[in-house]
């Protein structure tokens, strides 16, 4: 399939010319064609920021919720049309700090959807305030004698809550960062992906330079099926690794454990209401009352 399936057209684009966002737009939008998964097939979901704002700028189906809140409804709406590709995205602020209770709670229910977190290390939108993941002593206009809270780490988060695939990218690798997509899409379960991407106008301290100076790749024999490997690799802060750190491929899904497709794998909206099932078991527990 052509990438060209998901163009906008001529609209503006809302961000700082040398953002990362860009080099993830493009990215996603060919890892999406490199899959055949069509704009009808597709459903984004994110809340609020710069990196929120990719929904925009694709055609598919999207829902631009409210900050924090992107993982809640992308449950949902897979759960309610299971055969949708649901990516929830958005921003290192917007999924871990706004969304912190919402990220972990969802890698318990693991529901078979990609959370792509654009992790530039800042709140770009808000015009630069530190961030969960900014790091030791970034100074900002707010943290005005530098942070000096230790940043959240996700990857370590993801793992220790057994997360069934997790992953990292940098935007500077555009084909690393297109196979991991892919992987993650493709997997079975909840999928993290997290891309560390400059942003150039309020993070002069993790520039385009410094994410390459403090990545490096995970060896080809890094096996992301040993869980106690990945967390020492997800611990590891001088140098941040890059590529899958973890997969689970046998965890059942928040829809497999709901039960609604046991019987009928038609999506909800595709069945008929059965009220008369309904009364039975209202009747049922009435009486068992
Ligand atoms: C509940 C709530 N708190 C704060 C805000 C203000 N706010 C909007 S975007 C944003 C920061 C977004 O940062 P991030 O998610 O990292 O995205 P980026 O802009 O860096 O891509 C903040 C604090 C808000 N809209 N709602
Ligand atoms: S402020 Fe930063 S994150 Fe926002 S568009 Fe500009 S470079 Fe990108
Ligand atoms: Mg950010």
């Known amino acids: 399939m052509d990438k060209n399936v998901f163009d906008m057209g001529q609209i503006d684009i809302a961000w700082c010319p040398g953002c990362g966002d860009y ?41 631009n919720g409210l900050h924090g809140r992107a993982l809640s409804p992308a449950t949902a709406i897979k759960a309610a049309n299971s055969s949708m590709t649901v990516i929830a995205e958005s921003g290192d602020g917007d999924m871990y700090g ?6 972990i709670h969802t890698i318990r229910r693991n529901p078979n959807i990609t959370n792509i977190v654009h992790n530039n290390m800042v709140y770009g939108l808000t015009k630069g305030q530190a961030s969960p993941t900014s790091q030791l002593g ?35 690798d555009i084909e690393q960062t297109k196979e991991i997509l892919k992987k993650a899409i493709t997997h079975k379960g909840y999928a993290l992906v997290d891309i560390l991407q ?12 410094w994410f390459k100076e403090h990545t490096y790749y995970l060896e080809d024999s890094h096996d992301p099926h040993d869980r106690i490997a990945a967390f020492k690799r997800a611990v590891e802060t001088d140098k941040l690794p890059l590529g899958i750190f973890y997969i689970n491929p046998n965890k059942s899904t928040f829809e497999d454990n709901t039960g609604i497709y046991k019987e009928d794998k038609r999506s909800l909206f595709e069945r008929e209401p059965d009220f008369a099932r309904l009364q039975t078991l209202i009747d049922k527990y009435r009486t068992a009352g």
Do not use: W
């Not at 988060?157 to 990292?168: E, G, H, I, P």
């Not at 400059?198 to 330079?209: A, D, G, K, S």
């Open 198 to 209: 400059p942003c150039v106008t309020f993070n002069r301290l993790n520039t385009r330079q």
């Open 138 to 172: 970034f100074k900002t206009p707010v943290q005005v004698s530098g942070v000096f809270l230790e940043p959240f780490n996700p990857l370590a988060v993801a793992v220790a809550l057994d997360a069934s695939f997790v992953a990292r990218a940098f935007i500077g």
């Open 98 to 103: 706004e969304g912190g209770n919402h990220f």
């Open 23 to 63: 080099g993830i737009l493009n990215v996603l939008k060919a890892t999406l064609a490199e899959l055949d998964i069509a704009p009808e097939n597709l459903v984004m979901v994110s809340g609020i920021g710069q990196a929120a704002k990719i929904p925009h700028y694709i055609k598919t189906h999207f829902f």
